[in-house]
């Protein structure tokens, strides 16, 4: 076969794979935040407003959760403190002075705590979208953020 003779399904394959890509819709789309306050989101030619919207809870401002697996060591060193003061009282008055001395505390962290995070979204960032069937709600998956190339510290 000669190598410069043309595949005759070469066509075909790319005829049907651009009537493919027309007849299935995509069903992810990436979106930008333009406002977050109630939060719009501008995707597919269309602002998105919230009663378009179903957002990750992990995305969502206030959202709660409890960490666990926290508890390790902490020594803390407290410099000596001197507290100086009027003393009143029915017996007697003047100045008065508490000496706290300098000591080293040692204890742990708690086991498990709540953790209350902030809102995620801001204007401008982008987020990953998933269309409904209808094409009439989307829920927002991710934030979307560029990679970058510079290296991290795994301290």
């Known amino acids: 076969m000669n190598e410069h003779a043309r ?14 890509a027309q007849a299935v819709p995509s069903w992810y789309a990436v979106g930008k935040v333009i406002a977050t306050s109630p939060l719009k989101i501008r995707a597919d030619g269309m602002d998105l407003e919230t009663e378009d919207l ?6 969502s401002a206030g959202w709660q959760e409890r960490l666990s697996g926290l508890s ?30 300098e000591e080293t505390i040692q204890g742990k962290t708690a086991k498990e705590a709540p953790v209350t995070h902030g ?26 953020v560029k990679v970058y190339h510079e290296s991290v510290s795994t301290d």
């Open 7 to 20: 595949d005759p399904y070469v066509g075909l394959n790319q005829y049907f794979g651009r009537k493919a």
């Open 54 to 59: 179903y957002i990750a809870e992990h995305l």
């Open 72 to 101: 390790w060591p902490l020594t803390a060193e407290l410099p000596q403190k001197i507290l100086r003061g009027e003393c009143v009282c029915g017996l007697s008055s003047g100045e008065c002075q508490v000496i706290r001395p």
């Open 119 to 144: 809102a995620l979204l801001h204007v401008g960032d982008q987020v990953l979208l998933l269309r409904s069937a209808d094409g009439q709600t989307y829920y927002v998956i991710e934030r979307m």
